[in-house]
């Protein structure tokens, strides 16, 4: 298996697969995974973190009926085209709510937009600032 192969297919003890380590939430909110199906199924944990570590992601992403359009975890893992399209969906969106909560402008110079999402990115890789309600200064950890 190559190098990149593997890359896309890594999946953490946790359940986040791929080269950007998506959650399920981060694959509902790019229209990959039934956004319905995965609230029923998160529904007794504060966040998708403490529902991932009891064990409730893998079996979640695992089950194909919880895919929309005919994907499946498997599709996913060896799709480069699904992973960077997922990532530019739920960074455009986060970019978008960053400038309509004022952490970012319109007009900000594109190394401090870098800056924002390498912070932001955090150890897991996953955009989620803005739709936690962060503001301009604070910080995530």
């Given at each position: 298996m190559k190098a990149a192969a593997v890359i896309l297919a890594?999946?953490?003890?946790?359940?986040f697969v791929g080269r950007y380590q998506a959650g399920a939430?981060?694959?509902?909110?790019?229209?990959?995974?039934?956004?319905?199906?995965?609230?029923?199924?998160?529904?007794?944990?504060?966040?998708?973190?403490?529902?991932?570590?009891?064990?409730?992601?893998?079996?979640?992403?695992?089950?194909?009926?919880?895919?929309?359009?005919?994907?499946?975890?498997?599709?996913?893992?060896?799709?480069?085209?699904?992973?960077?399209?997922?990532?530019?969906?739920?960074?455009?969106?986060?970019?978008?709510?960053?400038?309509?909560?004022?952490?970012?402008?319109?007009?900000?110079?594109?190394?401090?937009?870098?800056?924002?999402?390498?912070?932001?990115?955090?150890?897991?890789?996953?955009?989620?600032?803005?739709?936690?309600?962060?503001?301009?200064?604070?910080?995530?950890?």
């Open positions: 890594i999946t953490n003890q946790a359940g939430t981060w694959l509902a909110a790019a229209a990959h995974v039934d956004q319905d199906k995965l609230n029923i199924s998160m529904s007794e944990h504060l966040s998708e973190w403490a529902w991932a570590k009891s064990g409730g992601m893998m079996p979640f992403l695992e089950n194909a009926s919880n895919w929309k359009n005919g994907l499946s975890l498997d599709n996913y893992k060896q799709s480069v085209a699904l992973q960077d399209g997922a990532f530019k969906i739920n960074a455009d969106g986060t970019y978008h709510r960053a400038i309509k909560q004022g952490v970012l402008e319109g007009d900000d110079n594109p190394l401090r937009i870098a800056g924002f999402f390498l912070k932001k990115s955090g150890s897991h890789g996953r955009l989620w600032c803005c739709s936690s309600g962060c503001q301009r200064g604070t910080s995530d950890t």
